[in-house]
């Protein structure tokens, strides 16, 4: 189980006059265990910051996170270490994902080895299981990642995140990169296996369709901010906050014609318009 | 009572701050009188005060006994600035010919410094004395008779006909082998042949008049004598590498550490007077401030150079503690304004002569700082030229717009204003306008674009003359820009001023143009009259009517000459002055020199 | 495969040199002015048509160009790189003796930079933004501000004048004339200059390697590494440094090539009998054969860093595979 509340992180850019970007601003949300949480929002938006940050791969500035009972934010740089291995994530791009320089097999091997988990054999037996686990066999183990297609990145990446049977997993769009039928195995992959390690999983994209066949409930994300989260069907059938409208008529739709930004409140207030959907006030 | 008491205080303070004052003046210790000599007495005096008071310290002791004793004593180092001054790095056969810096090698005859308004002078190093027949065509040396090789060879006529025909002989371009060809051979291009009725007696007969016979052998590169007994065997004189470097003079080859260290010893068997230094070591520094904190450091005593350190640096170091500096008269180069006298406007001799009237000495002078002196003569400049400048030629060239105003106007130029600013229209009615290209010899200490400033506020902002360019070129192209402009610079080292012969540097030559473009019939002729004229009188009456030709026809206008600065240690040898002032380099400034201070002695 | 791939490489090196050989040879005979009459115009003013005449003839600088070009393009081959003009040596010789002076003092230079600036550089591109980053890069840039030939004469004011720590120029102390060279003396003369050019090539290294481990650090894999819970120090070594290093290979080749071209202004500042000041020196007086077996050296070790940074790239980046073309 994930709750995370009231999450900000900012990035300080510029040299001489420093701006402060608030990449991630207040979120507050839940996942049940083994739940799939699907976030999506327009580029830029913060969504693989806030991804991050839940796994303190960014340091938050403000608010908490607890993964399992455990509050990441409060555990100190060691205790993190040790507890990483439960939460893992999985980038866009599978290829540089990976070192350029390692096998696959070293790839996959390296989690098992540096968190000890069995003898020289049994790390050899585990790593050839998970490699035809997602759908690879033997003989891609001596490669290196170029190599390899970009699906057979993603799936390596995959052996290699299952390697750890991490309780809490973040997607973020690992599809993307993909084309249309490889997109469709990997999905079934992960959902599959997701399944199988009864992971908890927030799956980010910005695929209305994706997020449909991934996510029980999803949060629509803009400018840092959740504007709009509940079940999947709930939201994008029948959206509530504008700009979640809008993202559904340009699926639907194709990219429209006009994205004029929408003006956001300063103080928002969210308000449940259905159980367990909730929406944020726009002016 | 107490007026006695206080008077005693009064003197002691004063005798105190007398001791503090005076620079406790380097001297030789032992030598009480200061006379650079430590006589029999003054050596008897201080070993009694070594055994007694102590004042002196035993390698005090052994200095003086050696001065006493004229016995070689010490190292010195000199700093000089680039590899070519080392021994082995370059054939001196080829190369440095005569050795005003060699020490190894003696030529004949080297030339002096005259003293002002004096006649020439040159120092006898292998010839004891000379003399030419009336019409100059043969020169007769005698040579000194104890003189022996470095390696115990007696020296002989021989040697000096040996290096005549070596040279000669290797003066071929077309004989088998690459190094066969020496570039020097052409300077006994005058003699005919060499006979040598005696051991110690050389008879030159030369092709043609040659009155400054001497002076060849001396300068520019010059000659040195050569051992026949290793020299004959060698076929390729220019590719061979000498390793024992056997000469005749006061000091004898030592070693080398390749580009950067060279060392000689004094010669016990020399012929002449043996030097006071026992080893002279010699240190490259590529780079001036590198040289002035050695000699600061202590880490040499003398700074070697062709001109002396630049004037501004030398400034600085006059004050350090246990540093001299010498000062030489126009030991630097000279710089002039030239004209191309082929070049509209500088064809108009009125035009030439007017400006020679606009060029303000003092000022370039004062812009260039310590060292400058402005030359008052049309050329030669007396402290190098001796009784050879014409005191009627002097001081013609003073500054004195008006009158530059006036000539310019005589000769058909026209002053008028244009928005406020004064532009000169030529006889052809067009504005006057030069440009002046800045390379070359002159551009030393950028002593050119002082002269351009300030010769634009004079003929810019006075005559209206306009100087529309002063391009930086490349020396290797500066003639091509002197020939297509009438205004340039030239900086010579003083040796180019020295000498009457010099003035033919103006003559219109068979070998082309002179770098003036000037061509004077009369001044042609004269030069040509000089060059087989062998009678000093004759000679001094032709030079005079020569400089009369140029203060007339002004091809340049000289400007100033530059003094030299020569720095070095004076607390650790003595004697630097009188050496480097009387001329004949390094070999007779080494030999001369004592050391004064017993640090020289643990050194080697 | 790898056989055939040499052959080829060696075979285009070859008509490399060759090019670069005849670009040489033609720019020399281009320059303007010429040794044998700058030398006699020095000291005669005037340089005697006669002896020009003569002294081009010996050197078979009369000849047909054509001709000279075949010339020396056989002699370049056949090693007969001719003598030096100024020096009257066979220009092997006095090549090779400036080399080794050259390498004493830029091989420890060069070494210590690269290990330095790689350190440094890793350690500031990790610590991005950190205090420590900050200082270095800033006085980094310092370092890189200052006009190279003030560096050196304020290296040499302050600590060998001021301080009187080292000695002000040369190789070797004045001892070395009686008892010969000492390495610990040549050592000591060594450690300003030394010094110096560090200084010079070590804000080289270190911006590049520093922008190239922010590159790195960036990258998804370290991420990655990171949320596994692997210890940052064993990050930095097993991903990020040798990802990080790849474009170090051809900078460091190049240094290696450069090596050899010298270092004027320090050789200058600090006496040191080095290539720089042979060949600006060579260049001064024109002196061809001279100029022409230093730029043939040059153009060799340039044709044989790439070569070998072609050869060494494989070895450290996998990504990289030569001849996979052939
Ligand atoms: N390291 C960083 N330094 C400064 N600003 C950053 C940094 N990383 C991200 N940002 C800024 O934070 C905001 C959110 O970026 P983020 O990468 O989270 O967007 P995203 O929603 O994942 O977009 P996409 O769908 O394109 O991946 C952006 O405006 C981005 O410019
Ligand atoms: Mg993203």
């Not at chain 2, 070591?281 to 001036?288: F, Q």
Request: proline share 5%; charged share 20%; net charge negative.
């Amino acid at each position: 189980m994930i709750e995370v509340t009231d999450l900000e992180t900012c990035f300080s850019t510029g040299f001489i006059r420093r701006r402060v970007v608030r990449a991630v601003d207040g979120v507050s949300f839940r996942i049940e265990e083994g739940e799939t949480l699907g976030l999506v929002g327009e580029s830029g938006c913060g969504k693989t910051t806030l991804g991050r940050s839940i796994l303190r791969l960014v340091e938050p500035d403000r608010g908490r996170i607890v993964v399992d009972g455990t509050d990441v934010t409060a555990l100190s740089r060691s205790e993190l270490r040790c507890f990483r291995p439960r939460m893992q994530m999985i980038f866009q791009d599978a290829y540089t994902s990976l070192n350029p320089r390692m096998r696959v097999r070293e790839s996959v091997a390296e989690p098992l080895k540096i968190h000890r988990m069995g003898s020289r054999t049994d790390i050899d037996r585990r790593v050839r299981e998970l490699i035809e686990e997602v759908g690879l066999n033997e003989e891609h183990l001596n490669r290196r990642p170029y190599e390899l297609s970009g699906g057979q990145n993603q799936r390596v990446v995959l052996a290699r995140v299952l390697a750890l049977k991490p309780r809490f997993l973040v997607a973020d769009e690992p599809t993307s990169a993909l084309d249309v039928s490889v997109q469709a195995q990997i999905l079934n992959l992960i959902r599959d296996l997701g399944h199988d390690y009864r992971m908890t999983c927030l799956y980010i994209s910005h695929d209305l369709g994706v997020t449909r066949a991934m996510s029980s409930r999803v949060a629509v994300m803009l400018e840092g901010r959740i504007v709009e989260i509940g079940r999947t069907a709930d939201v994008l059938d029948r959206p509530s906050h504008p700009y979640t409208r809008r993202l559904v008529d340009a699926s639907l739709t194709g990219p429209c014609a006009s994205l004029e930004r929408l003006p956001l409140p300063a103080a928002p207030t969210t308000v449940e318009v259905r159980s367990g959907h909730w929406v944020e006030e726009t002016v | 009572m107490t007026g006695r008491y206080i008077q005693k205080i009064l003197v002691c303070c004063a005798v105190l701050l007398l001791a503090c004052c005076v620079p406790a003046a380097a001297g030789i210790p032992g030598d009480t009188d200061g006379d650079t000599v430590v006589s029999e007495k003054e050596l008897a005096t201080a070993i009694l005060d070594h055994l007694t008071a102590g004042r002196l310290s035993a390698d005090e002791l052994s200095l003086a006994a050696h001065n006493s004793l004229h016995l070689p004593y010490g190292q010195l180092v000199v700093a000089v600035a680039g590899d070519r001054y080392l021994i082995p790095a370059t054939s001196y056969i080829d190369q440095k010919g005569v050795p005003a810096d060699s020490l190894i090698y003696e030529g004949l005859v080297t030339k002096l410094r005259p003293k002002e308004g004096g006649p020439k002078e040159y120092l006898g190093w292998l010839a004891e004395r000379w003399e030419s027949s009336d019409d100059a065509m043969t020169w007769t040396f005698y040579l000194v008779r104890n003189a022996a090789w470095h390696d115990g060879t007696p020296f002989t006529s021989a040697d000096v006909r040996f290096t005549y025909e070596y040279f000669r002989d290797h003066g071929n371009p077309d004989a088998p082998g690459a190094g066969a060809y020496l570039v020097n051979s052409a300077i006994f291009k005058n003699v005919a042949s060499v006979e040598c009725p005696d051991d110690y007696t050389v008879v030159f007969h030369m092709k043609s008049c040659a009155p400054l016979f001497p002076e060849t052998l001396a300068t520019g590169p010059g000659i040195a004598v050569f051992p026949a007994h290793i020299w004959r065997d060698i076929d390729l004189p220019s590719t061979y590498i000498d390793t024992a470097h056997i000469g005749t003079g006061p000091f004898a080859y030592g070693s080398t550490i390749p580009g950067t260290l060279s060392k000689v010893t004094a010669y016990e068997g020399y012929h002449g007077e043996k030097p006071y230094v026992r080893e002279v070591v010699t240190k490259n520094y590529e780079d001036e401030d590198a040289q002035i904190l050695a000699l600061r450091r202590g880490d040499v005593d003398f700074i070697s150079g062709e001109f002396g350190l630049s004037p501004r640096k030398a400034e600085a170091l006059k004050d350090a503690p246990g540093i001299g500096i010498c000062r030489i008269p126009s030991g630097g180069q000279a710089f002039e304004v030239a004209f191309t006298s082929d070049v509209y406007p500088a064809t108009i001799p009125e035009f030439r002569r007017a400006l020679s009237h606009a060029v303000n000495r003092e000022r370039v002078c004062w812009l260039v700082g310590e060292g400058a002196r402005p030359t008052e003569t049309v050329f030669l400049l007396p402290a190098l030229a001796g009784d050879q400048v014409n005191p009627a030629t002097n001081g013609l060239f003073s500054y004195d717009i008006a009158e530059a105003k006036r000539q310019l106007a005589r000769a058909g130029f026209n002053l008028t204003e244009e928005n406020g600013r004064p532009v000169l229209l030529g006889p052809d009615g067009k504005p006057v306008e030069i440009t002046i290209p800045l390379a070359g010899k002159a551009s030393t200490n950028a002593v050119d674009q002082k002269i351009v400033a300030v010769l634009k506020e004079d003929w810019e902002g006075k005559l209206g003359i306009r100087i529309v360019e002063t391009p930086q070129v490349d020396d290797s192209v500066y003639l091509d820009w002197i020939a297509k402009t009438a205004v340039h610079f030239d900086g010579m080292p003083g040796r180019w001023h020295e000498d009457i012969d010099r003035l033919d540097n103006f003559q219109r030559s068979p070998l082309g143009e002179n770098y003036y473009h000037f061509d004077n019939e009369t001044f042609n002729g004269l030069i040509t009259e000089l060059k087989s004229t062998a009678d000093p009188d004759k000679r001094e009456e032709i030079g005079f009517e020569l400089q009369e030709i140029l203060a007339e026809e002004v091809p340049c206008i000289p400007v100033f000459s530059q003094d030299a600065f020569m720095a070095y240690r004076s607390d650790r040898f003595v004697g630097w002055d009188a050496a480097l002032l009387g001329g004949g380099g390094n070999i007779r400034l080494f030999s001369e020199i004592r050391p004064a201070s017993a640090e020289v002695g643990l050194r080697a | 495969m790898n056989g055939i791939y040499l052959l080829k490489r060696l075979i285009t090196s070859f008509a490399a040199f060759c090019i670069a050989v005849t670009i040489m040879f033609a720019l020399l005979r281009l320059m303007p002015g010429d040794y044998i009459t700058m030398y006699l115009e020095a000291i005669y003013r005037y340089a005697p048509p006669d002896v020009v005449e003569a002294f081009n003839h010996v050197y078979g600088l009369d000849r047909p160009i054509l001709e000279q070009y075949v010339i020396y393009l056989l002699d370049a081959f056949r090693g007969n790189w001719g003598y030096s003009f100024i020096y009257k040596v066979p220009v092997l010789t006095v090549i090779g003796e400036r080399l080794v002076w050259t390498l004493i003092l830029l091989l420890p230079a060069t070494i210590l930079a690269t290990l330095a600036g790689i350190g440094i550089g890793a350690y500031s591109g990790w610590r991005r933004g950190s205090k420590t980053d900050i200082a270095l890069l800033n006085s980094m840039i310092i370092i890189r501000a200052i006009p190279s030939y003030w560096l050196a004469l304020m290296i040499l004011i302050i600590f060998a004048y001021y301080l009187n720590l080292f000695p002000l120029g040369g190789y070797v102390d004045t001892g070395a004339l009686t008892t010969g060279i000492d390495p610990l003396d040549v050592a000591n003369h060594a450690v300003l200059p030394v010094l110096t050019l560090f200084l010079f090539s070590v804000t080289g290294t270190y911006y590049l390697m520093r922008s190239s481990m922010l590159m790195t650090a960036g990258e998804d894999y370290i991420t990655t590494a990171r949320a596994k819970g692997l210890d940052e120090l064993m990050i930095l070594r097993k991903h990020a440094l040798k990802n990080a290093m790849l474009p170090m290979v051809t900078l460091i080749t190049f240094e290696c090539a450069g090596m050899i071209t010298g270092s004027i202004f320090v050789e200058t500042i600090f006496s040191w009998p080095g290539l720089g000041m042979l060949t600006y020196k060579a260049l001064a007086v024109r002196d061809l054969p001279l100029l022409q077996g230093i730029l043939l050296i040059d153009t060799l070790f340039v044709i044989a860093a790439n070569i070998a940074a072609d050869l060494i790239y494989p070895l450290v980046d996998p990504r990289v595979q030569v001849g996979d073309d052939a």
